[in-house]
């Protein structure tokens, strides 16, 4: 065995002894492990997905267009712009999936309802300028523009009266 045979520069001392006169002067091993990352920078487009490995993670929307950095280790996945991390999910070794945060799509929602009724208010005071005080007015008081402004089907009632006057 290799350690029983001697040392040369030192005929007299053993490899056995020589790690056991070591030992004492190794440090301990770190408590957390070293991470060992993959980091790549990506680019995010239109839609709120960064690509990497052939496969699609999921960013929250407010982060689209911007330069952002993923860390992948064997297990995880985090997305992050600098210190803080954006997004994590457990990584996908399979091709063209999609991984999705059910908070990132839901966000993803609650824009695209927020700017419909925007759009609608700003069409309306386009339309009718006056409009642009009463509404104000009804924001001061709390009152639900959205319920104001949002187009809405009209009743039955209302469908065949304007049905029946167009035929008379």
Known sequence: ?????????????????????????????????????????????????????????SVPPMHVRRELEVLASTERLRIVRGPEVLAEHPRSYDRGLRVEDPAHLEAIIEQKTAGRQHRATERLTTLVPSSEAFLIRCAERGQNLGSMTAPRRPTRAEAHASASAGAA
Do not use: H, Q, W
Not at 20 to 30: A, I, T
Not at 43 to 54: A, C, E, N, Q, S
């Open 1 to 57: 065995m290799a350690i029983s045979f001697a040392l040369r520069p030192d005929i007299s001392r053993r490899v056995r002894d020589a790690v056991e006169e070591e030992r004492l002067r190794l440090l301990p091993l770190p408590e957390l492990p070293f991470p060992c990352e993959e980091r790549v920078t990506v680019r995010v487009g239109k839609t709120p997905y960064v690509r990497f490995d052939l496969n699609d993670y």
